[in-house]
T-cell receptor, first 106, second 123 residues
Framework: DIQMTQSPSSLSASLGDSVTITCRASQDIRTFLNWYQQKPGKPPNLLIYDASTLQSGVPSRFSGGGSGAHFTLSISSLQPEDFATYYC?????????FGQGTKLEI | EVQLLQSGAEVKKPGTAVKISCKVSGSKFNTYINWIQQAPGKGLEWMGLVDPEDGEAEYAEKFLDRVTITADTSTDTAYLELSGLKSEDTAVYYCALEIFGSGSIVTNWFDPWGQGTLVTVSS
């Protein structure tokens, strides 16, 4: 199984800040990497797929990068609605595995 | 607009089984449906998927002996059945459609997700 490791597990930031979340895969997954945002009581919402492609409707302050085994999710100019939990997920093979999540807090 | 509508919350006793449904609307029922577990305050754990075109399913090893995922193409509905319920199975269960891209390398992602179904296991 491919293990996904996110860091940090939690992150404190302020409105207007820029932050970066890192996700590492236990093996080369090329760009089979997706990012989701989840708010309390809601299902996850797709932000970025194919490591760096922004899902339609997602603000351009979100960006993804990386390939192989090292990936990043960056958020610039944090807005109130960005405070949530973020998950990476590999879709290279089954089992489809998720990172443990990064909780972004004010 | 593609939507996944899941069945309602369930309360079950330990040792029993639960079957949750996920109806797909607004899209052809021809791509993988995945099921993901989220225990209270915890992260996302993939349980398995089904290919509605041939009914073939794959499961995570953790759930292999207790889970069955099926698809009914006559109603565009996927099902998750979990047996031998334990208190640790108390969780929200999500279904998610797996979308495949069309580039030179065909990558894939989950979108959209169902609204979630809370299963509570308690004696």
């Amino acid at each position: 199984d491919i293990q996904m490791t996110q860091s940090p597990s939690s992150l404190s930031a302020s409105l207007g800040d820029s932050v970066t979340i890192t996700c590492r895969a236990s093996q080369d997954i090329r760009t089979f990497l997706n990012w989701y945002q989840q708010k309390p009581g809601k299902p996850p919402n797709l932000l970025i797929y194919d490591a760096s492609t922004l899902q339609s409707g997602v603000p351009s302050r979100f960006s993804g990068g990386g390939s192989g085994a090292h990936f990043t999710l960056s958020i610039s100019s944090l807005q109130p609605e960005d405070f949530a939990t973020y998950y990476c997920q590999q879709s290279h093979s089954t089992p489809r595995t998720f990172g443990q999540g990064t909780k972004l807090e004010i | 607009e593609v939507q996944l509508l899941q069945s309602g919350a369930e309360v079950k006793k330990p040792g029993t089984a639960v079957k949750i449904s996920c109806k797909v609307s607004g899209s052809k029922f021809n791509t993988y449906i995945n099921w993901i577990q989220q225990a209270p305050g915890k992260g996302l754990e993939w349980m398995g998927l089904v290919d509605p075109e041939d009914g073939e399913a794959e499961y995570a090893e953790k759930f292999l002996d207790r889970v069955t995922i099926t698809a009914d193409t006559s109603t565009d509905t996927a099902y998750l059945e979990l047996s031998g319920l334990k208190s640790e199975d108390t969780a929200v269960y999500y279904c998610a459609l797996e979308i495949f891209g069309s580039g030179s390398i065909v990558t894939n992602w989950f979108d959209p997700w169902g609204q979630g179904t809370l299963v509570t296991v308690s004696s």
